[in-house]
């Protein structure tokens, strides 16, 4: 599964970051995903709890903001009668070539943590 290795990377890559801060766990990671980065979202939080678990940060949330690819026309501009999932050979307005624009994101875009000499505030 390559969300497996995906996930490993985020969550390594997250660890760094929370380096410079002493010890702590993950609360949640937000992440962009986008259609042509071959990652399913529902696969991508599945292999974060595999990946997260038995660690500090077992029970944290990663969520995944979607980030559809774009087809543009140079006159046009951007064509918006594309189906999710498919791809328009020609501007379907005056025929001219498509070019896609975005939709390789895989950035992580906000992390949220606790450090651990943080204590819980008495009920
Ligand atoms: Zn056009």
């Known amino acids: 599964m390559h969300e ?3 996930a490993t990377e985020i969550h390594r890559a ?3 970051t929370m380096e410079s801060h002493g010890p702590g766990r ?3 990671v937000r992440v962009a995903v986008g259609e042509l980065s071959a990652v399913e979202p529902e696969l991508l939080q599945f292999a974060w709890q595999a990946v997260t678990a038995g660690t500090p940060d077992e029970g944290s949330r990663l969520e995944v903001e979607w980030r559809p690819a774009r087809q ?3 006159k046009c501009g951007e064509v918006a ?3 999710a999932g498919s791809w328009l050979r020609l501007c379907p307005r005056c025929e001219s070539p498509l070019r896609v624009e975005g939709g390789d994101e895989l950035d992580i875009l ?3 943590f606790t450090p651990d000499d943080v204590q819980e505030p008495a009920p």
């Open 4 to 6: 497996l290795g995906v």
């Open 14 to 16: 997250c660890r760094r």
């Open 26 to 28: 993950i609360e949640e």
């Open 72 to 74: 543009t026309c140079l």
């Open 81 to 83: 009668e594309r189906g």
């Open 110 to 112: 906000h992390l949220s």
